[in-house]
């Protein structure tokens, strides 16, 4: 029996050492098993809070839980809203800090107990994850992180601004982000398309700036949420890239970059412009460039033939001329954008360089230098040869040469050389400025000369030989023979055949009783002038047929 009683009491003793009562508690004991590596705030007395708790007993047992109602407890503290040791124990914690509070019966529900689930005289153990501190005291917190190193403007009241986003709760927590959307945000600011705490944190910021602006709940979704991802009385951190910014009132704004050092004419409404360009967004994003493909954007200007803000833009520049065109949304793509680069509500930028204008209405512009003796002057049917340089408005090189072989009229060259080059004797120089519609018109030269192109010509002449009246291609420098038909038939058969017409033609040039005109193929005008006598094209001519251009009713190229 005694052997059994001490085992007993052995066994007794062992249950009791393995399972103690609970020790009496003097104060709150705090035990953190998770702190974060950043506290930016503390819990303070009269702050509120949202936490997560799981309520147990010193044994483990739960009685209650916040996770089982899927929602935080949400409570001021140090205003006798909670239990005194919880009041106590929570002053202190930083967000996403978790502690396990221990708090003794006294500081709890005392003697009373509280309902069927908590005894008289309980120690409690409360499980804690705190996720968001706030005050009534509480402004719009703004910690800007990047600045751009330029900021002309920055948002005002009224101002209509694109940006990104991601929206978290004070713990960390993904709400929203206008990058998964791949979207910006865009809306008017100041004026209650926000919520007020947005309204306020966006005031002041640049395009390319970054800032983290933090909402106390009554400056954001307040006490009831959005309904769905922000839980009531939620803080709200908003981590904001400004991308663009305009005010409906705005006009275009023109920063001139670079000036020709010679500007002789400016562009007006009407004229038709080559210009190459580089665009972007507000942000710097690129969405468009001329000079990727290599070819002028070429149009009318104040027509509507582009957007309003560029009409507006490309007014009033020189050849030459860079310049910087800021254009806001109203006066480009407006609400809708392109669909594809340019976002709705997007002001544009254009970086632009004037290669050439010019009006349909434009003449051949010349300035001359002429020789001290000037006195034979160029005029139609005559042979003129001439040096000439070429180049685009811009400079650039488009050809030259030795010396260039034409007659006048003939249209052996483009119209508006033709008109350059009237009037000029040997020894002259001219710059000849001539416009597309007298040069090369819409399509150019492939390769060579740009579609719609003024082109820029600086000519020498260098040797002049009179033409022939007009309509002549051979005329008599003394009276005419009136044996011409019988001189010409050598063999007297009374008829002339090609070759002996040729062979009398090139005598009579040689000899100097008469002239070809200059600058065409002799063999050619020769074989025309017989063609033209020989009526009945037998391959002869007859007496009969045979005719001076003097007894011609009409003209034709012929004796």
């Known amino acids: 029996v005694n052997i059994i009683y001490m085992i007993l009491l052995a066994f007794l003793v062992t249950f009791v050492a393995c399972n103690p009562p609970p020790l009496p508690l003097d104060d709150i004991v705090i035990e953190k098993t998770f702190t974060p590596d950043r506290c930016d705030r503390m819990v303070k007395s009269g702050d509120f809070v949202r936490y997560h708790y799981i309520g147990m007993f010193p044994d483990g047992k739960k009685f209650d839980s916040s996770y089982d109602r899927s929602t935080t407890y949400n409570v001021f503290v140090g205003q006798k809203q909670l239990i005194a040791g919880m009041d ?30 908590i005894p008289a005289d309980s120690i409690l153990h409360f ?27 920055t948002v005002q009241v009224s101002d209509y601004i694109r940006y990104h986003y991601n929206g978290t709760l004070l713990d960390g927590t993904l709400f929203d982000s206008s990058h998964t959307r791949m979207r910006t945000y865009d809306t008017y600011v100041g004026i209650g398309w926000l919520i007020a705490g947005m309204d306020q944190g966006l005031l002041e910021m640049c395009v390319g700036e970054k800032r983290i602006i933090t909402l106390p709940p009554f400056l954001g979704y307040g006490e009831n949420g ?92 020189c050849i030459g001329e ?37 009006n349909p209405s434009d003449t051949v512009e010349i300035t001359s230098v002429k020789p001290e003796n ?23 090189y488009i050809g030259s040469t030795c010396t260039y072989d034409v007659v006048l ?3 052996q060259v483009v119209i508006g050389m ?74 007297k058969d009374a008829q002339v055949d090609a070759t002996e017409f040729s062979d009398y033609i090139f005598q009579q040039v040689k000899e100097g009783k008469g002239r070809l005109a200059p600058g065409f193929d002799p063999q050619r005008i020769i074989e025309n002038m017989y063609d033209n006598q020989d009526r009945n094209k037998d391959g ?15 003209a034709h190229d012929e004796l």
């Open 540 to 554: 002869r001519i007859t007496e009969d047929e045979f005719k001076l251009k003097a007894d011609e009713a009409a």
């Open 374 to 396: 000037c006195s034979n002057n160029t005029k139609r049917g005559d042979f003129v040869k001439y040096h000439y340089n070429a180049t685009l408005m811009d400079g650039t």
């Open 226 to 317: 959005d309904g769905s991802d922000i839980p009531a009385q939620a803080s709200l951190v908003f981590d904001v890239v400004l991308l663009d910014l305009h005010n409906p009132k705005d006009e275009i704004t023109v920063e001139v970059q670079s000036l020709p050092d010679h500007c002789p004419r400016k562009s007006v409404v009407g004229d038709f412009m080559r210009y190459h360009y580089n665009g972007s967004l507000l942000d710097g994003t690129f969405f468009d460039s001329s000079y990727s493909r290599n070819r002028t954007y070429d149009t009318y200007i104040g027509k509507g033939y582009v957007i309003a803000g560029m009409d507006q833009g490309l007014l009033g520049v």
């Open 127 to 153: 499980d804690v994850l705190m996720l968001d501190i706030w005050n009534t005291e509480d402004k719009v917190q703004i910690k800007t992180y990047h600045k751009p190193e330029s900021c002309g403007r």
């Open 418 to 491: 033709e008109q350059g080059l009237i009037g000029m004797c040997v020894g002259e120089k001219r710059k000849l400025v001539i416009p597309p519609h007298l040069a090369y018109g819409e399509r150019g030269v492939d390769g060579e000369v740009p579609g719609s192109a003024v082109l820029v010509f600086d000519v020498e002449l260098v040797d002049l030989e009179e033409g022939l009246p007009e309509g002549y291609m051979f005329v008599w420098n003394s009276d005419v023979t009136p044996n011409l038909f019988s001189e010409m038939d050598k063999n």
């Open 409 to 411: 009229g003939a249209g």
């Open 322 to 358: 860079h310049r910087r065109i800021v254009i806001p949304p109203h006066l480009a793509y407006g609400e809708e954008g392109t669909g594809t680069k340019i976002p709705g509500s997007a002001v544009l930028v254009f970086v632009v360089h004037i290669i050439d204008f010019h």
């Open 88 to 117: 106590k124990a929570l002053v202190g914690m930083c967000v996403n800090e978790r502690w396990m509070i221990k708090i003794p019966p006294q500081l709890a529900y005392g003697k009373d107990g509280h309902g069927d689930n």
